[in-house]
């Protein structure tokens, strides 16, 4: 904050967070979907699902699983990779960059 004021998710989601998101065609995204965003890809590249649930906050490895397994499993193009191999470099997969 230019000011040096806390940063209050009403005001930034309002006037920061939401003109960026639709600035880049994703009107309607919150904070809270690049949560179950960053979890899911945690876990899809095989992250430990006990980091991942104490990272989250959950009470359990198991209701981190049931919010994450159906992002998981539709992901499109899914293969199973030998331990080490889940995460890509970037430009890489279904985010690589389109220039």
Not at 19 to 43: E, F, M, Q, Y
């Amino acid at each position: 904050m230019p000011n040096g004021g806390p940063l209050r998710n009403t005001n930034f989601r309002s006037r920061v967070f939401a003109p960026a998101a639709a600035s880049v065609g994703l009107a309607g995204l919150t904070p809270h979907d690049l949560r179950h965003t960053a979890a899911s890809l945690a876990v899809a590249a095989g992250a430990n699902v006990k980091a991942v649930q104490r990272m989250l906050g959950h009470a359990s490895a198991s209701m981190t699983l049931d919010r994450v397994r159906g992002a998981v499993r539709r992901r499109p193009g899914r293969r199973r990779q030998p331990p080490g191999r889940g995460v890509r470099s970037a430009g890489q997969g279904p985010f690589k960059d389109s220039t």
